[in-house]
């Protein structure tokens, strides 16, 4: 199957990100390298890049896609979760080493490939072994329910889905799974229907936030995101761009915490007349609003739908 994903919001990526000759450029999600090919071709033959994707079908589909553009890359498949440590161990300096970054882009969420292909087990839109992971190494989604107790799961399910029956819909969920029968996306599927209810036309289906839950926690989705958010200022060089693209509420919220703090870091009490902690901007919030897709673009790319671009400019 070849790897083919639309980039989305890409005007708006590339207007963001600004890339010119020779900048420095790391990619967190390569994906099909869509956007990644759009900023080889601005910062040119020899310029440096980083691309991360924990998926081995998405890296091999971006070396191919990249190479005709001649730049210096170092291809890592880990999870962002990891970048420091995975930079710092490729022989990368930090900002207050005098190394960096100009543009750094993170593009959160599935590649469409990941989707399509019914055997990766991400969609209930086709009957296939309950997987989910990313790295497609680790513990499946299967897995992962059979050692969950109810109490857990139904945590996952109301955090990470946003399930208001997720204590009823995780004691179903484990039942069948004790009794060997929660091993395909099927399964997992009629059950959600069973307690949520059936799918009714124009609405999305029940199942759809029972498997995003499940996905989120299978690949520590959160957990990645906190760890690079929290990492990523020490690679921004002076004037660097960052853009960040979710697609949930959940994903869109830390990132909004996440660039207000790198504005607004003054810790002290709102009451005190003046700042005592002394903790200085990083830079600005380049769109106080984040960029969603147009009309004409949704119409050739339903998937655009819940992105949401943010942009951060560092001093
Ligand atoms: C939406 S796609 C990126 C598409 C890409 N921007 C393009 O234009 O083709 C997200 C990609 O990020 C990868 N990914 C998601 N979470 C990751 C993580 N924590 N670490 C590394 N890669 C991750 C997925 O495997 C997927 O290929």
New binding site residues.
Partial sequence: MTFQ?I??LYDDVMRLLDPHPGERYL??????????SGVAQKIGPGAKMVG????PA?QAAAQQRLAPFGLDITFIQ????FMDNELRTHGFKDRSEGGGFDIV?A?????SP?IDDASRGFSFQSDAPLDMR?SQTGETAAQFIARLAPSELADILYQFGDIRQSHKLAQRITERAQAGQMLTTSQLADVSCSVLGKPKPGTPHPATRVFQAIRIAV?H?FD?IDAFLSDIPKWMRPGGRLAI?SFHSGEDRRVKEALHKFQNPCTCPPKLPVCICHKQPLGHVINKKPVEASDSELANNSRARSAKLRGFIFD
């Fill in positions: 994903h980039p989305v990619d967190l999600t390569l994906g099909g390298a869509g956007h990644a991360f994707d924990r998926d998405a880990n999870s962002f979760e882009l593009d959160f969420g599935l590649s990941q990313m690949n989705e990645a693209i």
